[in-house]
């Protein structure tokens, strides 16, 4: 059984750099709407206290402001992982 994935698209208005669990501020290019964007293990990572928001745009790389996000976080109880497109 596969995963649905089909993240609504955002942009870094900030740079996404440093370890992974950083945050920084991103839009939805549809709505325009705020989103905060993570750098994040694309394996399984235990996670309790300040983690991403299942759903969320990511990356697992470093990446520069105005550059598309490619993947979305995904949660599995306190396991979280950033999926990219094609993963």
Not at 12 to 38: D, F, P, R
Not at 56 to 67: H, I, K, N, V, Y
């Given at each position: 059984m596969?995963?649905?994935?089909?993240?609504?698209?955002?942009?870094?208005t900030a740079?996404?750099?440093?370890?992974?669990g950083t945050?920084?501020s991103?839009?939805?290019?549809a709505?325009g709407?705020a989103?905060k964007?993570?750098?994040f293990?694309t394996?399984?990572?235990s996670?309790?206290?300040?983690?991403?928001?299942?759903?969320s745009p990511?990356s697992s790389?470093?990446?520069p402001?105005g550059t598309?996000?490619p993947?979305?976080?995904?949660?599995?109880?306190?396991?979280f992982?950033?999926?990219?497109?094609?993963q």
């Amino acid at each position: 059984m596969g995963i649905d994935f089909d993240p609504a698209p955002a942009v870094l208005t900030a740079g996404l750099s440093s370890g992974s669990g950083t945050s920084v501020s991103a839009v939805y290019i549809a709505s325009g709407e705020a989103a905060k964007a993570s750098k994040f293990s694309t394996t399984w990572t235990s996670c309790t206290a300040n983690c991403p928001v299942a759903g969320s745009p990511c990356s697992s790389s470093e990446l520069p402001a105005g550059t598309q996000l490619p993947g979305e976080i995904q949660k599995q109880k306190n396991q979280f992982k950033c999926l990219s497109g094609g993963q």
